[in-house]
Every structure is written in C-alpha cells, then in structure tokens.
C-alpha cells in the first residue's frame, strides 16, 4: 500500500507546476527520513560494504587518470604529466591485439557458454536427489576444487595430462595410442583451460542455482504431479523457468567482465608454445609491465571497464525487451 | 526485548568496528622531508634517531639463498644482533626470483613504497633496472654511504669495471654486489647409465643424440619400465629463444645467446648468423626424437628438480652447487646410491666452428637505496649495516651462524662443520638454511678459503667423495662466451612483443609447429624487423661503442 502511494504521489507530482513540485521535495525527504529511521538497523547493515565500495572501489578510480599520463611514481598521480591517449595507442597498435583480443573473449565466452548449462544440470540433479547423504557428498565435492589454487591445479593437470607421466596419457598409450601435449599444443591448450575451470568452479556456480531452485514452490510441483507430469515434464516447464532470471543475472554479471579471462589460471597454465592461442590481455600487461609501464596497464584496465559496461548495459536492454529480464 | 537490545547492540558494535578499521590510517610511512634536505649525511654526521638513541628503522628486500627455506625467524640472533650493535631495527624480506620478483620491485615502485635498501630485481638486466628506478627519481645515489663503508668498499666493492656498470653523470647510484661463481653451469651425464648401455660420453651434438635415444629407449635404469628420457630441462622464462638449459646447442655452433658477443666484428643478434638456423634443426632432431621430457615447456625449475632426482634423466644442464652440494644431492643419492653424475664438455657441431659452452652476462646482485630513505636520513644506517656485514662478526654471524653451534674454525682459517655438538644444525644442513639466507647476496666475498668452507666434499651413501667443486672447475673451464656488456643494453619499449615474437617463433621451428626453410627463416628475420629489432641491434651497438665495447 506504501508503495501505492508513494508511486502515486511521483506520478502526480510530474504533472504539477514547479513551484508545488519543489514544496514537495521536503515533504518526499522527510517521508524517506521516516522510513530510514524505522528501519534503521537495517540500513545499519548496509554501511559496512558501502564502506567497502567507496574505500576500495569509488575512490581509487580517481587514480584512474595515469592512464592519460606519464606516470612517474615520485611525481605522483597529479604531478605527472598528461600525454592523452598515447598509452591506449600503444596497446591497441600493440602487434598482437586482435590475438589477445579474441584469446580473451574466447576464455571468457567459453567458460560462460559451456560452464553454465553444466552448472545448471549439476544444480538441478542435485535438487532431484532424495538421498541427503548423496546430495551432501556431492554438493561438497564439487565444491572443493573452488577452494584449491591454480598452482596446485597446475600439479594435479600435470598428473594427469603430462605427456611423460599423466594418468590421461598412460591410458592413451596403453591403448596403443601416442602421447598428447595437451598443455603445449595449441590444439587444445583452450579446451584444457576452460574444461579445468569447469571442473574447478561447477560446484561453486551451482549454489546461485540451487538457491532459485528451492525457492520454486512446492505447490507447482505438486500440482503438475497430480496432473500427470513425469519428472522431465516438470524439470522443464517448471525447474528451468524458475531459474531463467538468475540464469540472465549471472549472463549480465558476467558480460560485464567479458575480458576478463582469468589471469591466474592462463598465467599459471600458459607457455610459449601455446601463446598464440593462450596469450591474453592480462597476461600481456603482466608481461608489458616489467617495463615501467604502469600507465599502459592502467590503460588497459580503464578500457576493458569501459568495455564491459557499455557490454552490460546493452546486455541489459537486450534482456528487458527479449526476456523480460534485467538487472537494473 | 533483552534479545533485541543485544541484537542492536551487537550490530552498532560490529559497524562501528568495520568504518573504524576503514577509516584508521594504514602504517605511516616516514614523512618525506622536502627535496631540498641533503639525501645522505656524511658518515661523520649522526642520525637524529642515533642522537636520540631510538634504534633506526631498515628494510631490506633481497632473494634468498636458499629459496625452499624460507625467512629466519623473528627471534634469530641476527635481527638481535644489529639491534644492539648497530642500533638497527633490521626488517629483511625475501622476495622472489625472476619476473615474480621483479614485479613486487615494480608494484612497490609504482606506489613509492619501495624499501630502504633492496636488490634491483629483473629478469633482463638489474643495471638497467638500478637506471630506470632512478630516472624515475626513486632512488638515491650512494656515494656517500661508499665513503662510509672502507671495509666493504675492500671486500666487495673493488671491481671498478663492474662498479662502473652503476655509475651514471659521475654518480655511483647502485652497490654491484659479489657475484656468484661465474660459469657455474654445466652438461652432465648419468655414467651408471652409459656403463650398464656400453656407450661412451658424447663429444659432438650428433654422437649426444644416439646416446640419448638409448637413454630414452634401452631402460638406462633397469626397472623394466619404460620411464626415462634422454634429456630433461625446462624452458627459462628469464633468457630468450631455447632458453638457458637448452643454449649448450646453440653453443656447439658457436652462437650461445642472444647476443653475439662471440664475434664481436658482426655484432648483433645471434639468430642473424647463418648457421643459427642450423643449431635449431639440431635441436629439431632431438625434439622429433622424443628423446627430451616432453613436459620441457611447460614445467618450472622446482619441478625440473624434483624429477632428476627421482632418476628421470639422462643428460641435463645444471648448477653445480644445485647438483652436488651435500643437501641438493641427498634425495638422488637416497634414491640411487650407484648413481653418478659426470660432466660433460662443450660439445662440437657438425659445422666445425669453434663451440662455446654457453654465455655468462652476470656481473652480481645490484642494490638500491630508496629515495625515500635516504630522505628520511637512513642512508648511514644502511650503511653502517653493509659495513658490518663485512666485519668479521657479520661476515660469520649471516655467512655461517653461531661458532660453535653452526660452524668451527679450522686451524688454518677454514670454516668447518666437523665436531658440532649437533651436525644437523651445520650451517650447511638442509634444516638451518632459513639462518643464513643473505649469505649470496651480501655476505659471500669468493674469498678461496670461503670458497673451500662452502663447497665441500663429501661421501655419497656407496662411499664415493663427491666434490662440488671439482665439477665447478669443470664447468668454469670450457669455452664461455662473456656477455656481460649485455648489461649495458636496453630493452625497446615494445619488449613484451618482440619477446613473445622471438620466442614463439623460435620454439615453434623446434617442435616442428612451423617448418624450418629458409624461407620461413627470412620471414622470421622480416618479422622482427617490424618489430623494430634492427634498430635495437643497432642502438645496441650503439650504447656498446659509447662504453668503449670494441663492438661492429
């Protein structure tokens, strides 16, 4: 009802005169103050991580301007010097932008594309299971991996792919097969990436969508079983809708960090055989910035921010008006 | 209601704690005192802190000699040590080698946060690093603490041509520390393996192929399996093209490198040379041969010594200390006590030209003091510790330990480790190397009698002395090509390009991704020059000439 009237009172405050539309703006204030205060420990939660958002993320975007400068550390961010978009130029004159380019969007696209109907499946056979102790033993080991870094994936992959002593190669061979060097052939270094950032983060995903899942009501499943449903009929008319607007949140989010294609892992995982289909645009400044170049890294940050926004919010139009979906 | 007020309480509790930790100033840096205050008082002149009597604050970053040991603990008896000789509140903190290291250089750069002192690390050439920082005004020159070092100036500092490499417009801006024993590196070969094969030692590139295609095919090891390879190594992110393991084929054609140093009449890049085509389809036949751990590309320098202990190779290039000391080569002599290591000399390519071992270019860790310190007046402090790290009690105390308890004194001068109460706390054992991690970087002079003390013999678990040094005297004896005015040279500003170019190319002509003709040889060639590599070649030659390099 509050919300009628508050909406009511917009709608009518647009078509009045100037003058009265400014006398209401106190009286508006005074309305959100009231409502603040009743809910004030609520709100009181919310400073924490504004705090957060402001310290680390609102206020080092100023420091953003090297980007446009000759940054010299002594000088400080407003001491050095303003060179325009030089260091933009460098990066995109760079001589392998388009191939980092579309490495990135590649990782990215592909981790999202075939890691997310994976994690939808993984969420919804888990929400099928009427065993606890199955569904709590899955759900926790295919959480874990989440929790192992790169660097002992890097061992556990040369265990199992090492071409001299990997499990996958000794099985290749014992069927009479030759060895693959599946981490330096560019034939399939990608398929290596995203398929281990499947296997180490599908349980991870899968918790966003078990989370929609049970808030799906029972009575529908009910409903369609009195009716005559088998368990795929309500997987699909019922599992998969109740899911669609986290499926469009996760897309949206994710669009947003289109290039970012996951530095630690390509870093740890990429060689010089594989750098021209492993190459991307982090691990390019990573390499460029053993030079100084802190400017153009920045550069490169700024502009795959940039990119990623217009990215989400033309993502976001697409959605309200094909899926009736959006996030803002 | 009682549940409620706590629940409030609580959470004003829990708010209030987060903004303030938020909003509490982070650890105040010194304050920078304005330009203009002189960077480093004389050695004569006192710190404030020293007057007042407040022990003086210094970080130190450096790598450390045992990279697997980690930090001495926070009660070692070296922190302790200079707090109360030197009134020096010592903070050493390891950082890491090659890139890793040179980018927490770089990060601490980028926000003026760089330690007092601290090695210039880079995985091109420190000198140029040590030039950069300070033409980006973030570190001081240290002329003054020279003065103030007479004994370290006699110990460590008395190679003026390598000291030269740091002084820019008459200024000394970075300390060239002793480095470690030069052409340190060398090929060595299983001999139980040749034996129990009748094969002999390979002298020539072609002759190391067969050996190591019977390494790799005629179970060397005899376990019955079918788990050894010729050849392991792994590619070095640090050098350019094969990298440093694999250039010993590069150097039987005369071209280790990237440089050519070896010809100093047609400088330039190695890979300009006719033949260096040639090293690489060399190296091809070893590569097609699957006589090289197929995982060369992929794996680090800690995993590549895991395994040659384990007994998965043949035929390696290795460190000699990294081989052969007492500690490094405990788990192979654990896991094959009639195993033996033999070196190996510079081997001859078919082309007849003279072979090079390999290129050395180190000229020793170089060290800086951080503008900001010497603004905020460390610079004696820093000094007094360099100085007393070459007294006698430093030099002893960070260079072996506690006597008595770490170490003896021979009566002819020699550190031993001979009739310690408990010889795991040797100075030397595998269990106190934490204790003396500066000892490479900042203690260590190549003094003979140090030298002795530091490379031991010993008995392997069949009763064979194991000399570190005699394969050091090996090594350091072949044909080396000396690259050390590399250090010199400057890296184009487009490195990162042309060095994924260089070695992408070079590594796909040796793992047979690209073919190797001369045609796709010369669009190499072409590749580079767009990319500007004749015009590094030639301010190259350019930077050399003006040092007074004899180079064309």
């Given at each position: 009802m509050g919300q009628y009237v508050h909406r009511s009172t917009l709608a009518t405050a647009r078509v009045l005169s100037a003058p009265t539309r400014r006398a209401l703006v106190p009286e508006r204030l005074g309305r959100l103050a009231r409502e603040m205060w009743k809910h004030r420990w609520l709100y009181l939660l919310l400073v924490p991580p504004l705090t957060y958002y402001v310290i680390f993320r609102y206020i080092p975007i100023y420091n953003a301007q090297i980007a446009f400068k000759d940054f010299r550390p002594l000088l400080g961010v407003e001491g050095s010097a303003w060179v325009g978009f030089e260091h933009f130029q460098t990066f995109f004159h760079s001589y392998y932008f388009t191939d980092l380019i579309v490495n990135t969007v590649v990782f990215s696209t592909?981790?999202?594309?075939?890691?997310?109907?994976?994690?939808?499946v993984l969420a919804i056979a888990i929400h099928e299971s009427r065993f606890m102790f199955f569904r709590s033993l899955v759900q926790t080991v295919t959480y874990l991996p989440h929790f192992l870094s790169w660097v002992i994936m890097l061992g556990l992959l040369l265990g199992l792919l090492s071409p001299s002593s990997g499990m996958i190669n000794e099985g290749i061979q014992a069927a009479g097969g030759q060895p693959i060097?599946?981490?330096?052939?560019?034939?399939?270094?990608?398929?290596?990436?995203?398929?281990?950032?499947?296997?180490?983060?599908?349980?991870?995903?899968?918790?966003?969508?078990?989370?929609?899942?049970?808030?799906?009501?029972?009575d529908l499943y009910e409903a369609a079983a009195v009716d005559g449903a088998s368990r795929w009929r309500r997987i699909w008319h019922i599992s998969l809708p109740g899911i669609v607007p986290v499926m469009v949140l996760i897309t949206l989010l994710r669009l947003g960090n289109i290039l970012d294609a996951g530095f630690n892992q390509i870093f740890i995982l990429y060689s010089v055989p594989v750098y021209s289909v492993g190459d991307i645009i982090d691990t390019w400044v990573y390499r460029s910035m053993l030079d100084f170049q802190f400017s153009v890294g920045t550069?490169?940050?700024?502009?795959?921010?940039?990119?990623?926004?217009?990215?989400?919010?033309?993502?976001?139009?697409?959605?309200?008006?094909t899926a009736n979906q959006s996030l803002f | 209601?009682?549940?409620?007020?706590?629940?409030?309480g609580a959470l004003i509790g829990l708010v209030l704690i987060v903004v303030a930790s938020a909003c509490a100033p982070a650890s105040t840096p010194a304050?920078?005192?304005?330009?203009?205050?002189?960077?480093?008082?004389?050695?004569?002149?006192?710190?404030?802190?020293?007057?007042?009597?407040?022990?003086?604050?210094?970080?130190?970053?450096?790598?450390?000699?045992?990279?697997?040991?980690?930090?001495?603990?926070?009660?070692?008896?070296?922190?302790?040590?200079?707090?109360?000789?030197?009134?020096?509140?010592?903070?050493?903190?390891?950082?890491?080698?090659?890139?890793?290291?040179?980018?927490?250089?770089?990060?601490?750069?980028?926000?003026?946060?760089?330690?007092?002192?601290?090695?210039?690390?880079?995985?091109?050439?420190?000198?140029?690093?040590?030039?950069?920082l300070y033409k980006q005004g973030l570190i001081a020159p240290i002329d003054d603490l020279m003065k103030a070092m007479p004994t370290r100036v006699k110990t460590h500092y008395n190679d003026p041509a390598a000291l030269s490499l740091t002084k820019f417009d008459g200024k000394q801006l970075c300390t060239v520390e002793v480095p470690n024993l030069p052409r340190r590196e060398g090929l060595v070969i299983r001999k139980d393996w040749l034996d129990k094969l009748g094969l002999k030692a390979p002298t020539t590139i072609d002759e190391l192929l067969v050996v190591a295609k019977a390494f790799t095919t005629q179970d060397p090891d005899g376990d019955g399996k079918n788990d050894t390879y010729g050849i392991g190594g792994y590619w070095d992110s640090g050098t350019?093209?094969?990298?440093?393991?694999?250039?010993?084929?590069?150097?039987?054609?005369?071209?280790?490198?990237?440089?050519?140093?070896?010809?100093?009449?047609?400088?330039?890049?190695?890979?300009?040379?006719?033949?260096?085509?040639?090293?690489l389809a060399a190296f091809k036949q070893f590569v097609d041969a699957k006589v090289i751990d197929p995982d060369w590309a992929t794996i680090k320098r800690d995993e590549f010594r895991i395994r040659w202990p384990q007994g998965r190779y043949g035929i390696m290039w290795e460190d000699f200390a990294a081989l052969a000391m007492k500690s490094n080569y405990a788990k192979f002599d654990g896991n094959f006590p009639n195993g033996e290591w033999v070196p190996l000399p510079a081997l001859q390519a078919p082309t007849g030209k003279k072979a090079y071992y390999n290129a050395y270019g180190s000229v020793g860790n170089i060290f800086a003091m951080s503008k900001k310190a010497a603004d905020a007046g460390k610079g004696p402090a820093i000094a007094k510790l360099l100085e007393w790290m070459a007294s006698?009690?430093?030099?002893?105390?960070?260079?072996?330990?506690?006597?008595?308890?770490?170490?003896?004194?021979?009566?002819?001068?020699?550190?031993?480790?001979?009739?310690?109460?408990?010889?795991?706390?040797?100075?030397?054992?595998?269990?106190?190397?934490?204790?003396?991690?500066m000892r490479n970087q900042l203690i260590f002079t190549n003094d003979p009698k140090e030298v002795a003390a530091r490379y031991v013999d010993f008995k392997s678990k069949n009763g064979r002395t194991i000399s570190p040094m005699s394969f050091?005297?090996?090594?350091?004896?072949?044909?080396?090509?000396?690259?050390?005015?590399?250090?010199l040279i400057v890296y184009p500003s487009n490195r990162a390009d042309l060095k994924r170019f260089y070695d992408e190319n070079i590594l796909a002509f040796v793992l047979g991704t690209k073919p190797l003709n001369d045609q796709t040889w010369a669009d190499f060639l072409k590749g580079l020059d767009n990319l500007g590599a004749g015009k590094w070649e030639a301010d190259a030659k350019k930077t050399l000439q003006d040092a007074g390099y004899a180079v064309k």
């Open positions: 592909g981790k999202l594309v075939l890691g997310m109907p994976v994690a939808i060097p599946f981490l330096t052939s560019p034939d399939w270094f990608r398929q290596v990436v995203i398929s281990s950032d499947i296997w180490k983060d599908t349980g991870w995903s899968t918790i966003l969508y078990l989370a929609a899942l049970l808030g799906i009501s029972p550069a490169v940050g700024l502009f795959k921010g940039v990119f990623g926004l217009v990215l989400i919010l033309v993502a976001n139009q697409v959605a309200k008006r | 209601m009682l549940r409620t007020t706590f629940v409030k304050q920078t005192p304005a330009p203009s205050q002189p960077t480093v008082a004389a050695p004569a002149q006192p710190t404030q802190a020293a007057v007042s009597g407040k022990p003086v604050d210094v970080e130190l970053w450096a790598q450390a000699t045992s990279t697997q040991a980690g930090a001495p603990p926070d009660d070692w008896v070296g922190y302790k040590t200079i707090r109360e000789k030197l009134n020096i509140n010592l903070k050493y903190v390891i950082i890491p080698t090659g890139a890793d290291g040179e980018t927490k250089i770089n990060a601490a750069a980028a926000a003026n946060a760089l330690p007092d002192f601290f090695q210039t690390v880079s995985t091109s050439s420190e000198r140029n690093k040590c030039l950069e350019w093209g094969l990298g440093n393991r694999f250039e010993f084929v590069t150097g039987a054609y005369g071209l280790p490198g990237l440089w050519n140093f070896a010809n100093p009449d047609h400088f330039g890049l190695n890979v300009r040379d006719p033949d260096y085509p040639k090293a006698p009690e430093g030099y002893y105390l960070l260079g072996f330990g506690v006597e008595g308890v770490n170490y003896k004194v021979s009566s002819d001068g020699v550190v031993v480790t001979t009739g310690l109460p408990d010889a795991k706390l040797a100075w030397n054992a595998e269990g106190t190397q934490n204790l003396t991690q050091y005297q090996f090594f350091s004896t072949q044909p080396w090509v000396d690259s050390k005015p590399g250090q």
